[in-house]
């Protein structure tokens, strides 16, 4: 685990924390061809040997791995993503990196990459409730609320696309990893923060369709997370 942190920790330095924007269009605009890709290259490397206190001699393989595949990997993102794909295409960057980390990492221990380490009862519970959590409940609320459509609220939607859909999902997951870790009192500092935040614009609007609207998708959308928290915790302790 160690050794994990620090092959992360040299990536999360090279990705994010010292890579300039100026670099990652440049990147962009002239893929291979780019001098910013080495020197992102050689940036990581730099980094990894600090970090490996330059005892290369041992860790030469895990080193070496690290790098190449860093280079191939991000080849690929800049051939294959375009504008609208971005996003997809720094996840699975991110995703590709971070599992080459892992490999490098089994390199010096006795542990082997298995799936049948990862796919365990706990982990799909896991995943199955935080796609209930965030894709599912999605959908439930959308159709529960679609019976009711304020006419101010087409009026003045200046809104960013599909920022409602996110802002649901990224509170659900929030509330509902507040109640499988047993911290209630957050949720109700969260809602509190979203009242305030939403204040302006009940306020402003006058309408109050458009509020009872806003209230009946902020208490599905959190009554959602505690639920599915809930059952949560009850279908582990039967596990």
Do not use: C
Not at 223 to 229: E, V
Request: hydrophobic content about 50%; overall charge positive.
């Amino acid at each position: 685990m160690i050794l994990f942190l620090k092959f992360l920790l040299a990536h999360i330095l090279g990705d994010f924390v010292f890579q300039p924007e100026k670099w990652v269009k440049n990147k962009e605009e002239k893929k291979i061809k780019s001098s910013k890709l080495y020197y992102h290259i050689g940036l990581h490397a730099i980094f990894l040997a600090i970090i490996l206190q330059f005892n290369l001699k041992e860790y030469w393989l895990g080193f070496f791995l690290i790098i190449v595949s860093h280079y191939l990997i991000d080849i690929l993102k800049l051939y294959f993503q375009k504008k609208k794909t971005k996003r997809f295409w720094f996840l699975i960057d991110q995703i590709l990196h971070v599992f080459m980390l892992f490999v490098a990492t089994t390199i010096y221990t006795n542990s082997k990459i298995s799936i049948e380490n990862l796919v365990t009862d706990k982990n799909l519970l896991l995943i199955i409730f935080l796609l209930l959590v965030s894709s599912a409940s999605a959908i439930i609320i959308k159709i529960i609320i679609t019976q009711w459509n304020p006419e101010s609220k087409k009026e003045n939607d200046d809104s960013l696309a599909k920022a409602g859909r996110y802002i649901g999902i990224l509170e659900r997951l929030f509330v509902f990893t507040f109640v499988i870790t047993n911290h209630w009192e957050a949720i109700g500092f969260f809602l509190a923060a979203k009242s305030v935040f939403r204040f302006g614009d009940l306020t402003s609007s006058k309408d109050r369709k458009l509020t009872e609207y806003i209230l009946i998708g902020t208490l599905l959308s959190f009554g959602l997370a505690i639920f599915l928290g809930i059952l949560y915790l009850y279908t582990l302790n039967l596990l």
